[in-house]
């Protein structure tokens, strides 16, 4: 019977083809993070539901994906959830972070400042861009209250980028800001029905965004004094001055604003290439509950795919695990999604898709000697060399070559041990040389 296989919704399989791209991407992002002093952890991919439930807001909570109680021998029906899970899968990767700061504070020197690159799970609708199971790649800065950390992480996400070769939008607001505009329309109690709707304004549009806010209570006169600051457009230089006026006398409003022009006019003066890639978006919320300061999303300017990194400040988080007063920064970048655009802007080229740079023929047991010896040179030399592991004819293992895009064969037959030589094949030329071993090596990183 023919058993069908297939891989859950919003999961994939990557290829060695894939895999290799999305090392590449990976290898530059870690490279940056190591640039400016951060270091790696790894944390469970499962947590106590009691870790994560509170933490997303209302709609992040919708999409944990939760696991059954190990063991459970039970009929489920009827059952209350707390009954059957107290795990689930996790979320991201900043609440875990949280947990270890607060679980590991006795071996940690603040400010810590660290990297993960781990999976992460949300039950969501699959969709373009969009997976249950997918890669984030974090970068925290915990214990310092400094906007310096907000300044330098955007300075890693121009290098990255720039690295890559993406376009990029930096859009950047402060929850601070937001809960100053939700006062001053009388509605402070709202600030998350608010942030939750605005969130959405990119997708949905202004008008259903209206729609939602009265049906999550705000009133007409509400929505009439906030639509200017949804609908604000200009300079960030002119919306700020907007803001100002809008803000004035609402502390926590001023606070955030002073904020955000520190991050901005520091940029200005100091890199202003960085600063030109800044847009102040006032309907910027990213809807997670944790956020309580700046917070920003990268977009990439040449595709149409949702945001490729996002983050912001977040200052009671490890409160909520019984360690007050320590104040954090990050941001996330989207892995799959960063590999997405470079897929469709063509910017994988020259990133290799082969298995090695080099195949060695197989002509029998009489010839391993120097083809081991040989192949562990070209290792030493930094050259990736593989040898074919049957005595087949030579057409097979030739087409071995070109299937698997291997650049070059050596062939070591009686000729060749006799003159100290290898043969030397250059597989998309047809050009084959005796060389020596150490011309063969210079031919082939010359390559």
């Not at 940690?108 to 861009?129: E, H, L």
């Not at 200052?315 to 007050?324: E, H, V, Y």
Request: with cysteine.
């Amino acid at each position: 019977m023919k058993v069908k296989v297939s891989v859950p919704k919003g999961t994939r399989d990557f290829t060695p083809e894939v895999m290799l791209k999305r090392k590449y991407i990976f290898n530059i992002l870690e490279k940056n993070f190591r640039l400016f002093g951060y270091v790696p952890i790894e944390t469970p991919a499962l947590e106590n539901l009691s870790t994560l439930l509170g933490k997303y807001g209302e709609e992040g909570d919708k999409l944990l994906f939760k696991i059954l109680n190990s063991g459970l021998d039970t009929k489920i029906e009827n059952k209350e959830i707390k009954d059957i899970s107290n795990k689930g899968l996790r979320y991201d990767l900043t609440v875990p972070f949280a947990r270890y700061v607060v679980q590991h504070r006795n071996e940690i020197t603040f400010p810590f400042k660290r990297y993960q690159i781990q999976s992460v799970w949300r039950a969501d609708k699959p969709q373009k861009g969009r997976y249950r199971e997918f890669y984030q790649c974090d970068i925290d800065v915990i214990g310092s209250n400094s906007l310096l950390n907000e300044v330098e992480l955007i300075l890693i996400i121009s290098h990255v980028f720039s690295e890559l070769g993406i376009n990029v939008t930096v859009k950047l607001n402060n929850r601070k800001i937001l809960a100053g505009i939700a006062q001053r329309i009388n509605a402070p109690e709202k600030l998350t029905d608010i942030t939750i709707a605005i969130d959405k304004i990119e997708k949905i549009g202004l008008e259903k965004v209206k729609n939602e806010l009265l049906q999550r209570g705000l009133s007409k006169h509400q929505i009439d004094e906030l639509e200017p600051v949804l609908t604000l457009e200009g300079s960030n230089l002119e919306k700020t001055a907007f803001l100002k006026t809008y803000l004035e006398g609402i502390a926590e409003g001023e606070k955030g604003l002073e904020e955000l022009l520190f991050v901005m006019d520091t940029l200005r003066e100091t890199f202003p290439a960085v600063y030109n890639l800044i847009e102040f978006d006032t309907s910027l919320a990213r809807g997670l509950n944790y956020y309580t300061g700046a917070i920003l999303e990268v977009k990439a300017n040449d595709v149409a795919i949702g945001s490729i990194c996002g983050g912001g400040r977040y200052d009671n988080l490890t409160g909520i695990f019984g360690m007050d007063n320590v104040s954090g920064v990050g941001i996330s970048f989207g892995a799959d999604r960063i590999y997405d655009v470079m897929e469709q802007l063509d910017l994988f080229n020259g990133v290799t898709d082969v298995p090695a740079k080099v195949l060695f023929i197989n002509f029998g047991n009489e010839y391993l000697t120097y083809i081991y010896e040989y192949s562990e040179t070209l290792r030493e030399n930094g050259i990736s060399s593989i040898i074919y592991p049957d005595k087949v004819k030579l057409k097979k293992q030739f087409d071995y070559a070109n299937k698997n895009k291997i650049p070059f064969v050596i062939i070591i037959g009686e000729n060749e041990v006799n003159n100290s030589t290898v043969a030397l094949k250059n597989m998309q030329t047809g050009e084959q040389q005796e060389l020596t071993l150490l011309q063969a090596i210079e031919t082939i990183k010359n390559n």
